[in-house]
């Protein structure tokens, strides 16, 4: 069965960098684009951005462009999500997810960020 | 840019039919994917193009498409339908995926 597993909640300061991990099994990891989505508290669902684990080419969201990074490492299996210069607002839980066809099928299980001073 | 809208919630008893509407210019022309989250959970993808149900999701969840609005129907509502629903599409012009602003059902 598809699985995203994301790595752990993390605790930022402002101005710092996070990076998140998606490692997926149960498919062709290299077949399918991979979208990043945020929700934060009292928001609905942000999406972020996505990649093509082939080709590395990405696709952002204007506001996210320039501040976040996303890559694959296709040997394992595996998306990052990197992002810089955290400010409060970006206090959110992250998805992964897969995509089918220009829509997300399965999601990771999410991964906390608080940024706090 | 493109813009969805829905209505931030949706009330209804226990056993009757929930309607959720996504509204956009021109979306009847245009696949439209709907999500569920709820408390805690990760999203949970229940139609997709327009009225397609991934395996797994109850056939109460339907969903139809047409001129401005996308619906997504629940029949015979339970308790455990209770959560966020999320209209989402494909912008071509931009390659970016849109999420509607998501609506909250409770059920009473």
């Known amino acids: 069965q598809v699985q995203l597993v994301q790595s752990g909640a993390e605790v930022m300061h402002p101005g710092a960098s996070v990076e998140v991990s998606c490692k997926a099994s149960?498919?062709?990891?290299?077949?399918?684009?991979v979208h990043w989505v945020r929700r934060a508290p009292g928001q609905g669902l942000e999406w972020m951005g996505w990649i093509n684990p082939v080709s590395g080419v990405t696709t952002f969201a204007q506001k996210f462009q320039g501040r976040v990074a996303v890559t694959t490492d296709t040997s394992i299996n595996t998306a990052y999500l990197h992002v810089n210069g955290l400010t409060s607002d970006d206090t959110a839980v992250y998805y992964c997810a897969k995509d089918r066809n220009n829509f997300p099928d399965f999601w990771g299980q999410g991964t906390l960020v608080t940024v706090s001073s | 840019s493109y813009v969805l809208t829905q209505p931030p919630s949706v009330s209804v008893s226990p056993g009757k039919t929930a309607t959720i509407s996504c509204q956009g210019n021109n979306i009847g022309g245009i696949s439209v994917h709907w999500h569920q989250q709820k408390p805690g959970q990760a999203p949970v993808l229940v139609i997709f193009n327009d009225r397609d149900r991934p395996s797994g999701i109850p056939e109460r969840f339907s969903g139809s498409n047409s001129g401005s609005t996308a619906t997504l129907t629940i029949s015979s509502v339970e308790a455990g339908d209770e959560a966020d629903y999320f209209c989402?599409?494909?912008?071509?012009?931009?390659?970016?995926?849109?999420f509607g602003g998501g609506t909250k059902l409770t059920v009473l």
């Open positions: 989402q599409v494909w912008d071509f012009t931009s390659d970016h995926i849109l």
């Open positions: 149960g498919y062709h990891f290299s077949a399918f684009h």
